[in-house]
């Protein structure tokens, strides 16, 4: 069945660093790919997300890019901060529902 | 969190007993899900509402029943089918079927 493949499961970084998450998908009639922030406990928060008539959008220091030919979007976080540790969520579209990765657990030391 | 609230945040039942968790959102949105999260997975899809009266099953829907009564409210019933009910329970609604999800604060299950 359609699947969204996460990776890393768990990334750390340097404070000042960048991350990038990257997740790809099996559907591909999937148009939307969004990406949560969870902290522990928390409910997941949007942080940004991505239809797929674009390649690249952008908000501050978070970026998310997106290559349909080859079902894969990828988050980039510049300038990391300890307040940017949590798990991050990819997701992709299944008709109207969501599918999601697995998560990346993302450590910022300062 | 926005405007959906879940109640109770944690929840404690013995095996065997049916457990009811609430989600009410003030967004007026039309569509709400129901999504289990274990640890160290993603969230799976339990039921989906897309207007008031209606509902959909979602990849993992065995040993849960829910309810769309009034567009504000879609409560979850974990019943004593559910094999490995203990979980984190997120509730979630979009304007519209293929809008943007926002997340309720969970609640925590705990069968023992």
């Known amino acids: 069945g359609e699947n969204v493949e996460q990776h890393p499961s768990t990334l750390s970084v340097q404070e000042g660093d960048s991350a990038v998450i990257k997740c790809t998908y099996s559907?591909?009639?999937?148009?939307?790919f969004p990406w949560y922030k969870q902290e522990l406990g928390k409910g997941p928060q949007l942080i940004i997300d991505i239809r797929s008539n674009v390649g690249e959008k952008k908000d501050q220091r978070i970026a998310v890019t997106l290559n349909k030919t080859a079902k894969h979007f990828s988050l980039h976080i510049t300038e990391t901060q300890p307040e940017d540790s949590a798990v991050y969520f990819c997701a992709a579209s299944k008709g109207t529902a969501l599918i999601f990765g697995k998560g990346t657990t993302l450590s910022v030391s300062s | 969190d926005g405007g959906i609230t879940q109640s109770p945040k944690y929840l404690f039942r013995k095996e065997g007993q049916n457990v009811t968790l609430s989600c009410e959102q003030n967004?007026?949105?039309?569509?709400m899900y129901w999504y289990r999260q274990d640890p160290g997975q993603g969230l799976r899809l339990i039921y989906y509402s897309q207007i008031v009266n209606d509902f959909q099953k979602g990849d993992i829907a065995e040993g849960y029943s829910v309810s769309r009564e009034k567009k504000e409210s879609f409560p979850l019933t974990v019943t004593s089918a559910q094999k490995n009910p203990t979980a984190f329970y997120l509730c979630a609604s979009s304007p519209g079927a293929t809008d943007t999800q926002y997340f309720g604060p969970g609640t925590r299950l705990t069968v023992l």
């Open positions: 967004l007026n949105h039309d569509a």
């Open positions: 559907d591909s009639a999937s148009n939307y």
